[in-house]
C-alpha cells in the first residue's frame, strides 16, 4: 500500500499554499488611501519577497507561527506571531544524522541520534555499518559501494524510547532514489545535507508514528550533519486524554468528546460554553467593564495606650515612646526586722512592639529584694539589697539610712523566656526602727512608623464578578497580564515591594499584589436592532443605478426620516485587469536517479536523464524566471493545464483498477 508524504515548507519556489496565506494578507497588506494604482503597487511590493517563494513563506508564515521567528510589521517593528503553544522550548534538538560521503556517492558511517521526550537528552541511538546507496521516504537502500548489486532494503521504526530499522522488501519501501555510482548520481557530492536531511525526514515519519504530537520547528545543517528541531505543543495541553490515542481507536472519540462535553457544560468559563455562548448571544448587545481591585498601607505612629494601660502600682509615660512602672513603699516606723511590700503591673497589648525592660532604680531604708512575676503565679529575683551594709546579715535591721541604687539589669531575656500579656514586678522591704522604698521598671517600645495592622482591600470587581452576564476577559496583577481573550495565560506574579510614605515615615512593604486591573465583557439587557440599517440598506439598493447614484435615507432623533441623493462618481483611476495572472511553464533535466522493483530505473531507459517541470509566476515585465539549466517550454501567457492534469488523473484511475490486492 502506497503513502502520501507531505513536507512543508515547499522544497520547490513554484508552490505557493495561497489558501493559507489568505487570511494573514488581510490584515498584513498595507493599504493605500488614492490613487487606487498606488494602493495596488504598495500591494504587490509588500507580497515579493515575502510570500512569493518557498523560503519566503517559511521565513515569514511558518517559522513565525511556529514561534521560532519573530515577525515584523511594515514598519520593521519586531513582535511574536507564534499561533503555536510551545509546551517545550522549541530550541530542543529532537534528531541529529550524521554521515560521511564516499567518492561512490554512497554514505558511510550513518549515525542517528535522538531525544524522544523531549527533556533535551539523547535517549535513542543507531550507527549503521553498512553504507547507504539509496534513500527512501521511509528508510533507506544498502549496497555494495558503487553499484546496485547485494542490496537489503531496510525501514526506518520507533517506538517510545527508541529507534531501530528492519529489514524488508522493496514494495514496503516508498519514494526511493539511488545516490552512488550505479546511476551516475551526484546527490551526495552536490547537495550532502539535502541527502541527509531526507534521510532524516525519514526517520521522523517514523517517530511521529508514536509520537503525532511532536512538531519539527526548524533545521540546521552542514556538510556531515542535520539537526532537527522540535517542540511537543501536547506539554501545554490542558490536563485530559492524549488525542494521539484516538488515531488507532476512532471508536472511542465519540463517547470521548460526550465526556467532554458533560464535564464543559458545569463551567461557565470553558471553552464550550464560550463557543456555544457566542452562538447563542449573536444578537445580544454587549458592554465591556473595567475595574480594580486595590490594597492600601500605611504608616502611623501607635499610641501608648494602644500598646500598654496601668493596672496596679504606679504608672507614668516618660516620653513618645515610654513607660516607667513604679513601686512605692510608704514609710513607715517601729519596725523589728519587718517585712514590708508593693507591686506594680501593666498590660500588654502589643509585646512585639517592646524593644527594651531595665530596673532602672531601686531605693529602700533599711534593706529591698527586687521580683519579677513569670505570669503564672511564680517570681523571679531580679534585685538583692539585703547585704548592702558592712558586716553583713541583717542585725538589728536598722541601716539608719536611705539607699539610692540605678543597677540597669536587663530584664528582656525574663520577658521573653516567659511571655505573657501582663508585667508585674514586686518590691520587699525589710526595716527596722523606720524604713520606706522605691524602685522603678522602665519599658521602651518600637512604636514609630509602623504598618497599620488595617489593611483596607477595596474590591471594586466585587459586584461585576458576581453578575453572571458577566465574563472575566482580561486581567492584569502589578503590570503581569494573567488573564488574556477569557483564557488564563500560566504567568505566575511574584510579591511586590513598594515604597510607602506617610508623614515623615517611609518604609519598604512586601505584599502578595498591590492591585489588580480587570476587564469583563458583559450582556446588556437590550438586543441589537438592525430595522433601520436594513431599512436604509433596502432603499440604497432599490434607488441605485449603474452611474453610482443612489438615495440614503436616514431617521432622525425625532423617528422622522430625511433622505438625500448621492453619487459615487466614475471611477477614472480603475487599472484595467488582464484575463489571468501570467505564468510560464518550464523544465529543468536532471539524473534519473529512481528506484523501482527492479532496481535503478536509468538502465532501463534510452536516457539516464529526465526532466522535472515547474511553473512561474512572470514579473512585472512578463519575463519568465528562468534558473540556470531550465528550459521554456511555454512563455508568459494565460496557461490551462487542465487537459493534461486530467489526462494524469484519468490515467491513474485505470491503473488502479488494473491492480490486484492480496495479503
Known amino acids: 500500500m502506497s503513502r502520501l508524504s507531505v513536507s512543508w515548507p515547499p522544497t520547490r519556489p513554484d508552490q505557493r499554499p495561497w489558501l493559507l496565506l489568505g487570511a494573514l494578507l488581510l490584515v498584513t497588506v498595507p493599504c493605500a488611501a488614492t490613487p487606487v494604482q498606488d494602493g495596488m503597487s504598495a500591494g504587490q511590493d509588500f507580497l515579493k519577497g515575502r510570500f512569493d517563494t518557498g523560503k519566503g513563506i517559511a521565513t515569514n508564515a511558518v517559522k513565525p507561527v511556529q514561534g521560532t521567528e519573530m515577525m515584523t510589521s511594515q514598519s520593521g517593528q519586531p513582535f511574536s506571531g507564534a499561533a503555536i503553544c510551545a509546551g517545550t522550548s522549541p530550541a530542543i534538538p529532537m534528531l541529529s544524522v550524521t554521515g560521511v560521503g564516499l567518492p561512490t556517492g554512497d554514505i558511510i558511517g550513518l549515525k542517528v541520534d535522538a531525544d524522544m521526550n523531549l527533556d533535551n537528552t539523547v535517549d535513542a541511538s543507531v550507527s549503521l555499518s553498512t553504507p547507504v ?25 520507533a517506538t517510545s524510547t527508541s529507534i531501530s530499522t528492519q529489514n524488508v522488501s522493496l514494495a514496503e519501501l516508498v519514494g526511493c532514489y539511488c545516490i552512488n555510482d550505479s546511476c551516475a548520481s551526484t546527490a551526495t557530492q552536490d547537495r550532502p545535507s539535502e541527502v541527509l ?71 461557565p468559563d470553558s471553552l464550550y460554553n464560550l463557543v456555544f455562548g457566542a452562538a447563542v448571544n449573536a444578537d445580544s448587545q454587549t458592554t465591556v467593564q473595567t475595574c480594580s481591585i486595590n490594597r492600601s498601607v500605611t504608616l502611623q505612629d501607635v499610641p501608648l495606650d494602644q500598646i500598654i494601660i496601668p493596672g496596679i502600682g504606679g504608672y507614668s509615660i516618660c516620653g513618645t515612646d515610654c513607660v516607667d512602672l513604679k513601686t512605692t513603699v510608704a514609710y513607715r516606723r517601729g519596725g523589728n526586722c519587718t517585712w514590708a511590700s508593693d507591686s506594680a503591673s501593666a498590660t500588654l497589648f502589643r509585646p512585639d512592639l517592646l524593644v527594651s525592660a531595665t530596673l532602672d532604680f531601686v531605693g529602700f531604708d533599711d534593706f529591698a529584694q527586687v521580683f519579677l512575676s513569670d505570669g503564672s503565679g511564680g517570681e523571679t529575683e531580679i534585685y538583692n539589697g539585703l547585704n548592702v551594709n558592712s558586716g553583713g546579715g541583717h542585725g538589728a535591721c536598722d541601716g539608719a539610712r536611705y539607699w539610692n541604687f ?19 514586678f514586686r518590691q ?11 524602685a522603678t521598671i522602665r519599658l521602651r517600645f518600637d512604636n514609630q512608623c509602623k504598618i497599620s495592622p488595617n489593611e483596607p482591600i477595596n474590591d471594586g470587581c466585587q459586584s461585576i464578578a458576581q453578575d453572571p452576564d458577566c465574563k472575566l476577559m482580561e486581567e492584569d496583577v502589578d503590570g503581569v497580564l494573567t488573564y488574556l481573550d477569557y483564557t488564563p495565560t500560566g504567568n505566575i506574579t511574584s510579591p511586590v515591594t513598594r515604597t510607602i510614605t506617610s508623614n515623615a515615615c517611609v518604609a519598604d512593604v512586601t505584599r502578595p499584589w498591590w492591585k489588580i486591573s480587570r476587564k469583563y465583557r458583559c450582556k446588556a439587557s437590550s438586543q441589537y436592532d438592525f430595522t433601520d440599517a436594513l431599512h436604509r440598506t433596502s432603499v ?16 432622525a432623533a425625532d423617528g422622522t426620516w430625511t433622505s438625500q441623493d448621492l453619487g459615487l462618481g466614475e471611477p477614472s483611476e480603475l487599472p484595467a485587469f488582464g484575463d489571468c495572472e501570467q505564468a510560464c511553464k518550464l523544465r529543468l533535466p536532471v539524473a534519473d536517479d529512481r528506484v523501482a522493483l527492479t532496481g535503478v530505473v536509468s538502465p532501463n531507459r534510452n536516457q539516464s536523464s529526465r526532466y522535472e517541470y515547474r511553473y512561474a509566476v512572470c514579473d512585472a515585465n ?12 511555454k512563455p508568459c501567457q494565460c496557461l490551462n493545464e487542465f487537459g493534461e492534469a486530467a489526462t494524469i488523473m484519468q490515467l491513474m484511475r485505470q491503473a488502479g483498477q488494473d491492480l490486484i490486492c492480496s495479503p
Request: hydrophobic share 30%; glycine share 12%; with cysteine.
Open 133 to 157: 546507496s539509496g534513500v527512501c521516504a521511509n528508510g533507506y537502500v544498502a549496497c555494495d559501494p558503487g553499484t546496485w548489486n547485494n542490496c537489503t532494503y531496510n525501514m526506518w521504526t
Open 197 to 267: 536531511s531526507q534521510i532524516g525526514a525519514g526517520v521522523l515519519s517514523a517517530v511521529q508514528q508514536v509520537n503525532a504530537s511532536f512538531v519539527m520547528t526548524r533545521r540546521e545543517v552542514s556538510a556531515s550533519t542535520v539537526r532537527f528541531y522540535g517542540q511537543d505543543p501536547n506539554g501545554c495541553r490542558p490536563a485530559g486524554p492524549n488525542l494521539q490515542t484516538f488515531f488507532g481507536a476512532p471508536d472511542q472519540l465519540p463517547t470521548a468528546v460526550s465526556n467532554e462535553v458533560t464535564t464543559q457544560s458545569s463551567s
Open 406 to 424: 540605678y543597677p540597669g539589669t536587663d530584664l528582656m531575656p525574663y520577658i521573653t523566656a516567659n511571655p505573657t500579656s501582663e508585667i508585674r
Open 428 to 438: 520587699a522591704l525589710l526595716y527596722g526602727g523606720s524604713g520606706a522604698g522605691n
Open 540 to 555: 440604497a439598493q432599490q434607488t441605485a443605478t449603474s452611474g453610482g447614484n443612489f438615495t440614503e435615507v436616514h431617521r
Open 622 to 633: 512578463n519575463v519568465c524566471p528562468q534558473n540556470p539549466g531550465e528550459e521554456i517550454l
